[in-house]
């Protein structure tokens, strides 16, 4: 079974400073993981993905994530943010049934607001 | 290259109708999942079909349905309505097993159920 965690359905942070957004996922088996963002009246959009080639994974627009196999975590950070930035964010993890399958299953979501 | 397209963009439905939502891959995409996302339980997996075949299926009632045809458009079907099936539904295309590479989604399909 896999779970995603996403600590804090909201975060808000001034224009220029670091965001941090935080997932925690649960697999038996190794995963792949993905950050996802979506705007407003759109669908998702990848922003990353983590695939075992690297564990500091970067993304587009600035963004980067780390894989922690001890922590269980792969965070996702972007050391100054824009206002464009703001959007929902999506963590997914992917692992392998027993039939062999890979079926994402997502976190809920954290809105990240950016202040000017 | 054209997006994933799904038609309509909005619909409003009423108790006990059926429904049915399509999905045009991205050109040379075969593989196609359905999510449901609501506030409440926030985007979940319905199914995935990959070459005319339901691959995969998620944990909804058999009120879901959907099919895949040979040019790989997609159609997902909902019977007997309720309001809880009120959500926007996201279809997403991929080259291959949409749980392993990158999956490129829709604007979504509002549904609202009166």
């Known amino acids: 079974a896999q779970s995603v965690t996403q600590l804090g359905s909201h975060v808000s942070v001034s224009e220029g400073a670091l965001v941090l957004l935080r997932c925690n996922y649960s697999s038996s088996v190794p995963p792949y993981l993905f950050w996802y963002v979506q705007y407003p009246n759109q669908g998702l959009q990848l922003l990353l993905k983590y695939t075992s080639a690297a564990t500091l994974v970067k993304g587009i627009n600035g963004f980067e994530a780390e894989f922690k196999k001890s922590e269980t975590s792969f965070h996702l950070t972007k050391p100054s943010a824009h206002m464009s930035d703001a959007a929902e964010y999506f963590c997914?993890?992917?692992?392998?049934?027993?039939?062999?399958?890979?079926?994402?299953?997502f976190g809920r979501g954290t809105s990240l607001i950016v202040h000017p | 290259k054209a997006g994933v397209t799904q038609t309509p963009r909005y619909l409003i439905k009423t108790r006990g109708q059926q429904v049915t939502l399509s999905c045009s891959p991205i050109s040379g995409h075969r593989s196609v999942s359905w999510y449901q996302q609501t506030p409440g339980q926030g985007l979940q997996f319905l199914f995935e079909?990959?070459?005319?075949?339901?691959?995969n299926k998620g944990n909804f009632p058999g009120r879901f349905s959907g099919r895949q045809f040979s040019n790989s458009r997609s159609e997902m079907n909902v019977s007997t309505l309720e309001l809880g099936d009120s959500a926007l539904y996201l279809c997403?295309?991929?080259?291959?097993?949409?749980?392993?590479?990158?999956?490129?989604f829709g604007q979504g399909t509002r549904l609202t159920v009166v």
């Open positions: 997403a295309s991929s080259l291959e097993e949409g749980g392993i590479t990158e999956a490129f």
């Open positions: 997914a993890v992917s692992a392998a049934t027993s039939g062999g399958s890979y079926i994402p299953t």
């Open positions: 079909y990959f070459s005319e075949t339901q691959r």
